[in-house]
């Protein structure tokens, strides 16, 4: 398979979805509207998005099947970079070479923005239209699922044990427990979601999110390495900012070469506990080798 | 029926059961679990989940039937308090006598509980235990009945224009936008969720539906004339605060007078829709007249 078309081809699919689904910037009110869509639109790379597709596609399930789903995923990334970047939080000017939002909106806008993305995504997740194929008793355990792994035990959890631990020296299981609630669980959300609205049988759904777990996780390390090695214009922020900020990261805490080996390892992992899915899962594995891949 | 012992009855109720549902203080993260309970227990009336109840009752369901969705209200209510006093929106310190969640746990702490409450009362509406006694079908559709009237086109929706309002001439149209979005929607959306968890049929949701969007809006300019003419500990913020901010409200766009009009007429439109359900509905008449009396 083409890497490089696939991705074109199923962001195109996301954003084309995303347009669908988010209200527009005429409808009222207009600059909740406008700030919505100026950072779902920000140029992400719709990495959730695509893994949920390739779950589904993994277990014989389509793109069209997970879009709503994909798309709701995607809102509560943008809505937590959104708040992220807020003057009281990491305090950042610029993401993906772009104003953020509070800089563009200010900050009340970008507040509400992210509240009402957040609130959106659920919306949409228990829309009647987009649940016309699946039962109600599996849309309602994607919502919590989502919930779940997004909520105060989730991706808030970890972004506030993130930043207590600004300037101070933590251990390697802090470092792990920002890492999987951070960004690893909603990562394991979406492929979770992608083998249930996909059609996938039990096995098929722990085969997943094992692949989920490792690849998130070796995800993240990609990134750390990126920020210690990286070049500005693929990072979309400051090289080193991590640092500067007194960000605990793998490369410092494991050195850069045992930071190295531990992505190839989790790449490995993951790679591994796809091989019951055969060759549907191809593109799974091939997304995971080049997540990994770009610090090398 | 004895008012005051409904509303100590049902809100006793509501809070062992909002302290069930909430991850405890000794869950980690703790710093953000305690500033969600923080807020969810800061002496609020729960009259969003009292109104849910009743509106159950009023149809032949209990209490128990709606439980999980009126702390979910209760949770998402909390959120946006929250979120309204941070310094970038109304910037309060004060919030019913007690310093406001950003005073008490900082900015940023305040920002992320705001942001796990809203999603963990979504994981609560689809938790599998918490419906076990109603169709998923059922559960659903109050979920994205919940979303709509939270979301950009409803209680944020009121929220942003509220903010961009401020110190502008506004209009009665923009006015009502205001009030109807900002609390309307989510008081609505309590009494219509409590009709469908109650097992009321279409013409009893129709009917509490008429109930709600009038009530509302009587508490709604109830409110407004206590911040003009009420005592401090009644109000629990600063009495004419409303006017030291610029905020546009019944009594300066109608005078005071009208405005008490205007909220005895919308009362008796809220009675009078609840005829047709007979004995049932007395606690939410009562309660109704109770809002509205507040302010004579």
């Not at 009222?28 to 390739?54: D, E, T």
């Not at 355990?141 to 919930?147: F, P, Y």
């Amino acid at each position: 398979m083409d890497l490089k078309d696939y991705l074109h081809n199923r962001s195109a699919l996301v954003d084309q979805a995303l347009d669908r689904w988010l209200p527009g910037k005429s409808v009222l009110p207009f600059s909740l509207h406008q700030s919505m869509r100026y950072s779902v639109f920000a140029g992400g790379k719709r990495l959730r998005p695509i893994l949920m597709i390739a779950a589904s596609e993994a277990v014989g399930g389509t793109a069209q099947q997970v879009m709503h789903a994909a798309c709701a995923v995607e809102m509560i990334h943008t809505y937590s970079l959104v708040h992220d970047d807020l003057p009281a939080m990491d305090d950042d000017d610029f993401r993906r070479g772009r104003p953020t939002n509070h800089k563009a909106f200010g900050e009340a806008t970008a507040i509400l923005a992210g509240d009402a993305l957040l609130t959106e995504a659920f919306r949409l997740l228990a829309d009647a239209d987009a649940n016309l194929l699946i039962s109600p008793a599996t849309a309602l355990r994607v919502i919590e699922l989502v919930a779940r792994y997004s909520g105060s035990q989730g991706m808030v959890g970890g972004q506030i044990v993130d930043m207590e631990s600004e300037g101070k020296e933590i251990d390697f299981p802090t470092l792990e427990y920002i890492h999987t609630h951070k960004t690893g669980g909603l990562i394991l959300a979406s492929v979770q979601v992608g083998a249930l609205l996909g059609g996938g049988d039990e096995e098929q759904f722990a085969a997943l999110s094992r692949f989920a777990g490792a690849a998130g996780l070796a995800f993240q390390i990609a990134d750390d390495i990126l920020d210690v090695v990286g070049d500005q214009s693929e990072l979309g922020k400051d090289v080193g900012s991590d640092q500067a900020r007194g960000k605990a990261t793998y490369p410092a805490l494991l050195g850069l070469t045992e930071a190295r080996q531990r992505a190839d390892e989790l790449c490995n992992i993951a790679v591994e506990a796809l091989k019951p899915l055969g060759a549907a899962a191809e593109p799974l594995q091939v997304l995971a080798r080049y997540i990994i891949d770009r610090n090398h």
